[in-house]
């Protein structure tokens, strides 16, 4: 919405140390973790201590409870506007916090009030199986479900190589975003190799590291740090 600052919400650190690093795109736009703007947010407007249910996990329905208990105080209601939210891999976030935040956008809208979220998420790329919320709920929560004008599909893939993506759509879910159409571009025949031990395993990484002159080389580990 023209005049409103964006925020840039992504599902974890990792992820926003990602997207900051990006050169030249939006350099100007706040890009942060849920936690660390609710936080932020809730302190800007003067609401107090962030409502948390532990260390990470904040309490969106005494988030919803505290705001709708504004009342008709305008200047308040001002004051909890966000803005623009573009929340980045949406289907990792939970169902309460949409419930909540769409919830909130018609309260104040009542009010007079605009506030807008645009959500990016895709059903196949869940990380967590319990703690997630689908395309479908999402934009449900939100209130914009059978506003054709409001949900947009992208159908193709086009991150990824046909043979790559014919491997990928083993692991699909499916659901609202469904399973992606191939891309035609071609690449190299994804494989899976299985190591008795992890020094045969660091031994190949360096092997492939090495015979894979100018390409990138991603390994995934366990761990909540690094």
């Known amino acids: 919405m023209l005049g409103q600052d964006p925020k840039v919400i992504m599902f974890n650190r990792v992820l926003r140390r990602y997207a900051s690093a990006w050169s030249g795109v939006a350099g100007d736009i706040e890009v942060t973790t849920m936690l660390s703007w609710a936080r932020s947010w809730w302190w800007a407007a003067k609401m107090g201590r962030l409502p948390l249910i532990d260390k990470w996990t904040i309490d969106w329905n005494a988030v919803l409870d505290n705001i709708v208990e504004l009342g008709d105080d305008c200047e308040k209601l001002k004051m909890v506007s966000w803005g623009h939210l573009i929340i980045d891999e949406g289907q990792d976030f939970s169902e309460e916090m949409y419930y909540s935040l769409g919830k909130i956008m018609r309260f104040l809208k009542n009010k007079g009030i605009a506030t807008q979220i645009t959500v990016f998420a895709d059903d196949n790329q869940r990380l967590q199986v319990d703690n997630n919320c689908t395309v479908h709920n999402i934009a449900k929560n939100l209130g914009i479900h059978q506003d054709d004008s409001r949900v947009f599909y992208l159908s193709k893939n086009y991150r990824n190589t046909l043979e790559v993506a014919k491997f990928a759509q083993f692991f699909q879910v499916g ?28 031994d190949f990484i360096v092997r492939k590291s090495r015979i894979s002159v100018g390409k990138q080389v991603g390994v995934i580990v366990n761990g909540s740090t690094g």
Do not use: Q
């Not at 975003?177 to 031990?197: C, K, M, Q, T, Y």
């Open 175 to 202: 659901k609202t975003s469904g399973a992606a159409r191939l891309p035609e571009r071609g690449g190299e025949i994804p494989s899976i190799v299985f190591f008795n031990d992890d020094k045969v395993l660091s």
